[in-house]
């Protein structure tokens, strides 16, 4: 099991990592790392013929899976589809899903949990340019 380290924080920021995804096994969460506020963020990993032990279910969040690397099989209740590296799959509050990965190479994904329509604005409809002097 990898874990999260804390790398560097201030007022504005918390930076965490998992590390090299290459490396990167089992399931991590981020949140209580990075004190996120608006959604939870999991790394999972997943060995061939590999899912995760049970199916779930959420009553108010909706989850999004970013696939990394691999490829396999997405169920959400009664559907199945092939997903693999680039896929995002958007799975609604209360219904059943699950992942499966078929391929040699380990399935590394993301998944982001948030509210289920709490989004507002985002882009530029809640991002403003700045004038800042940058220092990179
Ligand atoms: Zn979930």
Avoid: W
Avoid at 21 to 35: I, P, S
Avoid at 59 to 84: C, R, T
Avoid at 115 to 124: C, D, I, W
């Amino acid at each position: 099991m990898s874990e999260i380290k804390i790398l560097n924080s201030g007022e504005k920021f918390a930076h965490a990592s998992v590390g090299s995804l290459h490396d990167f096994e089992g399931k991590q969460f981020v949140k209580d790392a990075t004190g996120a506020t608006s959604c939870e963020i999991s790394f999972g990993t997943l060995s061939k013929g590999e899912s995760i032990p049970f199916f779930h279910s959420h009553k108010g969040n909706e989850e999004n899976y970013i696939i990394l690397s691999g490829s396999g099989k997405f169920q959400v209740n009664d559907d199945v589809f092939d997903v693999a590296e680039g896929s995002v799959v958007r799975v609604a509050t209360n219904c059943d899903r699950n992942i499966k990965c078929t391929s040699d190479e380990k399935m590394c994904y993301i998944c982001i949990q948030a509210k289920e329509g709490s989004l507002e604005g985002y882009t530029m409809t809640d991002a403003e340019i700045t004038q800042r002097e940058s220092l990179l």
